[in-house]
């Protein structure tokens, strides 16, 4: 029940990538982003992990990628601006496709891993993935960061939601920690509500250099490959009852 005070967010992870316990996750969460071809994913799993959606009341959003799967996406591929067009008009069509087959609402669009950062500061990625969104002739959701390049390129084009993430640390300047640092990722249930609850309550989170930054956003990302991923998330949905927050219906 919502009160008067509380403060609505949404929660969403990454899945359909073959990799997490979609099936645990799925019901704590409000919105999901699910792997359409690029990096992981395939006609078999969208379909699955949308029914499984469906069936929870959780709005479906697609995770395009750089189409490379040796990388699960997570390394930034020499692309033409063109070819980058083409592989992500391809793989929103796809999943579009599917969730029209199922009677699904293509909710929003998250780009994953590489393709995430880089449109974020790079003026022709953004460029790019803006074009094949405008080519598919859909407006969803763009689950974005809040002042990045990909948001000054798309705010009046399509309707934005700035996401932050409950389970990664901080730089100084609002970037993730890369991840090849030992500390870039937060594993404990405690820690991962003492970040949501600063970002949701105060709009502030804690850098790794021990500062408070401000941070704008209304959906929050748990990585659904983290080892804790459930854990976590049970964790956190116990604390937000109790806490004056509410997840999004």
Not at 14 to 30: C, K, Q
Not at 61 to 66: C, D, K
């Amino acid at each position: 029940m919502i009160e008067q005070g509380d403060h609505i967010i949404d929660i969403n992870a990454d899945l359909g990538e073959g990799i997490g316990p979609d099936h645990a996750i799925m019901p704590m969460i409000s919105s999901c982003n699910i792997a359409c071809g690029g990096h992981a994913g395939d006609m078999t799993s969208m379909r699955s992990t949308i029914q499984l959606a469906l069936d929870h009341n959780v709005a479906a959003g697609a995770h395009p990628s750089f189409p490379d799967r040796d990388n699960f996406g997570r390394v930034i591929l020499q692309m033409s601006r063109q070819e980058l067009t083409e592989s992500i008009f391809e793989q929103i069509l796809t999943f579009s496709a599917v969730c029209e087959e199922l009677g699904a609402q293509l909710h929003h669009i998250k780009l994953h891993g590489a393709l995430y950062n880089y449109a974020a500061k790079d003026a022709a990625t953004s460029d790019a993935v803006i074009k094949a969104l405008e080519m598919t002739g859909l407006r969803p959701i763009l689950y974005l960061p809040y002042n990045s390049v990909f948001h000054r390129k798309a705010e009046h084009l399509f309707p934005l939601a700035f996401e932050a993430f409950i389970d990664r640390r901080y730089e100084e300047d609002g970037s993730l920690r890369s991840r090849q640092e030992s500390d870039a990722v937060i594993h404990e249930p405690e820690l991962a509500w003492k970040q949501l609850q600063l970002m949701v309550t105060q709009a502030k989170v804690m850098t790794v250099q021990g500062h408070l930054i401000p941070v704008k956003a209304s959906t929050f990302c748990l990585h659904s490959d983290h080892p804790n991923a459930v854990e976590i998330l049970n964790y956190i949905r116990n604390q937000m009852s109790t806490h004056g927050i509410v997840l999004n219906a």
